[in-house]
């Protein structure tokens, strides 16, 4: 009979577990408080508390209690898959705005927002350069009288468009790139990405650069919001002195704002109400969990969180890839460390002592994303053999170190493997610009270009050479 599990939230990260969960031949339910999804989900319904059983030390099973239509309902698990992420409660801090009681217009999280309609011919104040702040003061402009965006210390904006028009994140994060900056001391690297930022946007000329530049802090992508300050539909202020019935006034000025709407794009807190302190305790924003997933005390690993990291890269395939790891656990197949190992490695994160070499993250959750990402698939043997790739296969070797670090890549090998990963790594660029190019160029090379290619194509190698050696 095939292990029951308990899926906690029918986010990205719990879609993807329901999937690695079919793909090993287990049994899951996925239980989602709002009514987005249906099927195999149990949707509006709220898990009000998973407890282990009384045989836990044996069994390693849970009783899971919900609530559907003001009805309770027991049931028992073999496993556990939290999938709640870190974005479930909303952060207002209050109290950091003094006269925020005594403001007669409107205020709220950046979370109820859902259309800028609300804006129309109103003066406008964005709290928190995140995507999100960025995002919501970028469409009021186009309706609001006057949009304020205020930041307390600053922030990378960043455009989709890489150089020549390819897409940032697949030029950005590649193997080849990750591996030279994590090889670079920490200032070095800092200093060659502000100065790459700064090509496309000066960031101190529009008042966004950080005020701390050594640790890195999520980029804010956003195309647009340099046009819109430079043609004065966006205005960038410093961070908050005092709110008044219609007005704010910001630090490092005596004049006055008038403002009809606040908006607190001041990000998330996380919690997990329906778990005891015993099982996952949340301190200073993160939880005690090896890898990320596992809590490390527990006498039968059954319990896992998917989804409690923030990679410098898409959460999608790094929730997957938790998702595959853990359930081959859970099943059985792969074992975890002993406790006080796990134990320590947790503790040497949460100390967060930086290297000295690559990016410095600054907030907890933060990690690299394909060295994470590559841990993880070790366990599992999937991790993309690079040198036999080479000595067998010297062209996906290639493309797989230097070109985009796309999912494909995961399912090469091991479980799971995906018999079209190759094909689709190979012919990523021709997807990528198949909808871009609707009138077609014909392209005569240069000799001169041709030259360059063999020249840069024997660079390569020779790198290659150096690092596999």
């Not at 009021?140 to 210390?153: D, I, P």
């Not at 006498?299 to 595959?324: D, W, Y």
């Not at 698939?377 to 797989?400: G, Q, R």
Request: neutral net charge.
């Amino acid at each position: 009979m095939a292990k029951r599990v308990a899926i906690v939230g029918a986010g990205v990260s719990g879609l993807a577990s329901i999937k690695c969960c079919l793909e090993e031949g287990l049994e899951p339910t996925c239980f989602e408080r709002s009514d987005d999804l249906g099927g195999l989900w149990r949707f509006t319904t709220k898990v009000c508390s998973v407890t282990k059983c009384s045989d836990f030390t044996v069994s390693g099973q849970w009783e899971v209690v919900t609530m559907h239509e003001e009805k309770q309902e027991s049931a028992i698990f073999d496993a556990v898959m939290v999938c709640t992420g870190f974005l479930t409660n909303p952060y207002l801090p209050l109290d950091s705005f003094p006269g925020i009681n005594a403001f007669k217009g409107q205020y709220f999280h950046s979370r109820q927002y859902k259309h800028p309609d609300i804006f129309k011919d109103k003066r406008v104040l964005v709290i928190g350069m995140g995507n999100s702040g960025t995002d919501i003061a970028v469409e009021a402009s186009h309706l609001a009288e006057k949009v304020f965006l205020s930041t307390t210390g600053g922030g990378w904006v960043i455009s989709r468009i890489f150089d020549s028009g390819y897409p940032w994140d697949m030029v950005f994060m590649t193997r080849f790139q990750n591996m030279l900056r994590n090889s670079l001391p920490t200032p070095i690297v800092t200093w060659l990405m502000a100065r790459k930022i700064n090509n496309w946007l000066n960031h101190a000329n529009y008042g966004l650069i950080p005020e701390d530049r050594t640790q890195l802090k999520e980029f804010v992508l956003n195309d647009e919001l340099p046009g819109r300050i430079i043609t004065g539909k966006v205005f960038i202020r410093p961070s908050i002195k005092e709110v008044k019935e219609n007005s704010v006034m910001f630090n490092n000025t005596s004049k006055e704002e008038p403002i009809d709407i606040i908006v607190f794009a001041t990000g998330y807190t996380f919690a997990f109400p329906f778990l005891d302190e015993s099982v996952v305790k949340v301190e200073d924003g993160q939880a005690s969990l090896y890898k990320y997933i596992f809590p490390a005390h527990l006498q039968k690993p059954t319990l896992a969180i998917i989804g409690l990291i923030k990679p410098l890269g898409s959460m999608i395939p790094t929730g997957e890839t938790q998702a595959r790891w853990a359930v081959r656990v859970l099943k059985g197949v792969n074992k975890l460390p002993p406790p006080s190992v796990m134990i320590e490695e947790i503790n040497a994160r949460r100390e967060n002592k930086p290297s000295w070499f690559g990016l410095c993250y600054c907030k907890a959750l933060q990690s690299d994303y394909i060295t994470y990402i590559d841990e993880l698939l070790t366990y599992i043997n999937a991790k993309p053999k690079l040198f036999s790739m080479l000595l067998t296969d010297p062209h996906l070797a290639l493309t797989v170190f230097f070109g985009p670090c796309s999912p494909y890549q995961f399912r090469l090998t091991g479980p799971g493997k995906w018999e079209g990963a190759r094909n689709a790594i190979m012919t990523q660029w021709d997807r990528t610009f198949k909808v871009t190019k609707g009138r077609v160029v014909q392209e005569s090379p240069s000799p001169f270009e041709s030259f360059l290619k063999l020249f840069s194509f024997l660079a390569l190698l020779v790198a290659i050479f150096l690092i596999f050696l």
